[in-house]
């Protein structure tokens, strides 16, 4: 393993001349460089599990796996290499423009398995997908639909405290999670003739969709257990809501020939 002093960092721009990219076949465009210690094979099946559907509004980003991306400096650096201080400067992903091409640096040597990085790649090309095209209204309708009904849960921090400013206007941040069973404890729904934050709907809606678009990617690159996505700071989705957000992104965004979409429902006991 090498010390920082053996390591030279390099401009974000200078590594995009290294090496070339090209669209895969669902016309995602990626590129690896540097000791990245993934195999061609595992990076194609990530890359290839986006959807087809989603290529025409990512035609300008451009994504690059690298070793690890440096987060303390305002330029953006690049390690060919990991050391473990060059690790603890790192971040999971830096953007970076050339001229009208968006990149994204993935850190691939932050992660300790398959599904922490195709988790991070999935998220940014969901946020990516939302930025450049919007949120399909008929999942905004779902998911507000699932609102009103007071669904247990969310799918991220983000989702979770946006979904509370959108109900209560007046509140700066979500509840904590609490240990409690209780619906209420878990849920929110708007009161009769309550005012909605419609700024904070907007970024609710684009919160769940870009977390439905990436676990429904995950979801055909790899077979995972739902609880593996549970953080500490909210409480996860109710199963039943996550499936049919899912299925309806699916039914917009059907998966590439090589791919399959499954929720299998595991019996209790």
């Known amino acids: 393993m090498g010390s920082t002093a053996q390591i030279d960092l390099w401009h974000a721009e ?7 990219v090209a669209p895969a076949p669902n016309g995602i465009r990626y590129a690896a460089w540097g000791e990245t210690r993934i195999t061609d ?11 087809a559907a989603l290529s025409s509004a990512l035609a300008h ?9 440096i987060a303390d400096t305002g330029e953006t650096l690049i390690a060919p290499a990991y050391s473990v ?13 050339f001229g009208s091409t968006e990149a ?14 195709a988790f991070e790649f999935f998220i940014n090309v969901a946020h990516n997908f939302v930025e450049a095209a919007g949120v399909p209204e008929s999942f905004s309708t779902l998911v507000w639909a699932q609102a009103e009904a007071q669904v247990r849960g969310e799918t991220s921090q983000d989702a979770w405290e946006a979904r509370y400013r959108t109900l209560d206007p007046g509140q700066k941040s979500a509840k904590p999670a609490s ?22 709907r907007l970024t609710y809606f684009e919160s769940t969709f870009s977390d439905a678009l990436a676990v429904y990617m995950l979801s055909l690159a790899i077979d995972f257990d739902y609880r593996d996505l549970r953080e500490r700071e909210y409480p996860l989705l109710d199963a039943a809501a996550l499936a049919e957000r899912l ?13 399959e ?8 006991g």
């Not at 094979?41 to 959807?51: F, M, N, Q, S, Y």
């Not at 201080?85 to 423009?97: E, K």
């Not at 979409?261 to 209790?268: G, L, N, S």
């Open 261 to 268: 979409f499954q929720i299998i429902k595991r019996r209790r």
């Open 14 to 20: 200078k590594v995009a001349t290294q090496v070339s």
């Open 179 to 200: 240990r409690s069973d209780s619906k209420s404890d878990f849920s929110a729904a708007p009161a009769p003739g309550a005012v909605i934050d419609e700024r904070a």
């Open 61 to 69: 980003r451009a994504y690059y796996f690298v070793p690890l991306a």
């Open 247 to 259: 299925r309806h992104v699916a039914s917009l965004f059907p998966a590439n020939p090589g791919y």
């Open 104 to 117: 994204v640096f993935i850190s691939t040597r932050l992660v300790e398995d398959r599904f922490g990085l």
């Open 85 to 97: 201080d060059l690790g603890d400067r790192a971040v999971c992903h830096r953007n970076a423009a």
């Open 41 to 51: 094979a595992d990076l194609e099946r990530l890359i290839g599990a986006v959807p």
